[in-house]
T-cell receptor, first 113, second 114 residues
Framework: QKEVEQDPGPLSVPEGAIVSLNCTYS??????FMWYRQYSRKGPELLMY????GNKEDGRFTAQVDKSSKYISLFIRDSQPSDSATYLC?????????????FGKGITLSVRP | EAGVAQSPRYKIIEKRQSVAFWCNPI?????LYWYQQILGQGPKLLIQ????????DSQLPKDRFSAERLKGVDSTLKIQPAKLEDSAVYLC????????????FGEGSRLTVL
């Protein structure tokens, strides 16, 4: 079993749809959870960051962490064509000097105008 | 603030040849990472530096891959000899002292091995 599993894609939705992206993980020691967005031929960029369990909202984006189920989600409301990208979940044990991120495989989202 | 710089952006080589990638992190970032991203997969950590010391190279195929960060600033990743399965994007990232531990990525170096 991989440490981080991400729902397979690709995913295609019409503009304005609500999108739900999900990851599960096996290491209960993960404390920091992130979503990165990667546009084609670009490096990943941090989109959302959450520490431990709970929800975090930023504009049209909501990140949700359920540590008891080892499950994280990213919701996108009123999706736009500019949201078309690959979304990577990532998590780490700490944010100290030796911390590293473990990524899911990513899911490619296409938002149709 | 300038981002993470990587070069070359694209490289095509024959198998068994060698290749080197260069990375210049964001100024002041002590931690530098090299990730390998194979098409359709998430980034996989190859090596992590803290200043000029190696923190983690457990997933670096040391028989063919090497990396250095001699002066604690820029870094070079080398592959010699290359194999077909090394075709991937090599991403360099750096991290500052932010409490979130956010990684800042370069645009990557895309390697094709024929």
């Amino acid at each position: 079993q991989k440490e981080v599993e991400q729902d397979p894609g690709p995913l295609s939705v019409p503009e304005g749809a609500i999108v739900s992206l999900n990851c599960t993980y096996s290491n209960s020691a993960f404390q920091y959870f992130m979503w990165y967005r990667q546009y084609s031929r670009k490096g990943p960029e941090l989109l959302m960051y959450t520490y431990s369990s709970g929800n975090k909202e930023d504009g049209r984006f909501t990140a949700q962490v359920d540590k008891s189920s080892k499950y994280i989600s990213l919701f996108i409301r009123d999706s736009q064509p500019s949201d078309s990208a690959t979304y990577l979940c990532a998590m780490s044990l700490s944010t100290g000097a030796n911390s590293k991120l473990t990524f899911g495989k990513g899911i490619t989202l296409s938002v149709r105008p | 603030e300038a981002g993470v710089a990587q070069s070359p952006r694209y490289k095509i080589i024959e198998k068994r040849q060698s290749v080197a990638f260069w990375c210049n992190p964001i100024s002041g970032h002590a931690t530098l990472y090299w990730y390998q991203q194979i098409l359709g997969q998430g980034p996989k950590l190859l090596i992590q530096f803290q200043n000029n010391g190696v923190v983690d190279d457990s997933q670096l195929p040391k028989d063919r891959f090497s990396a250095e960060r001699l002066k604690g600033v820029d870094s070079t990743l080398k592959i010699q000899p290359a194999k077909l399965e090394d075709s991937a994007v090599y991403l360099c990232a750096s991290r500052g002292q932010e409490s979130t531990g956010e990684l800042f990525f370069g645009e990557g170096s895309r390697l094709t091995v024929l």
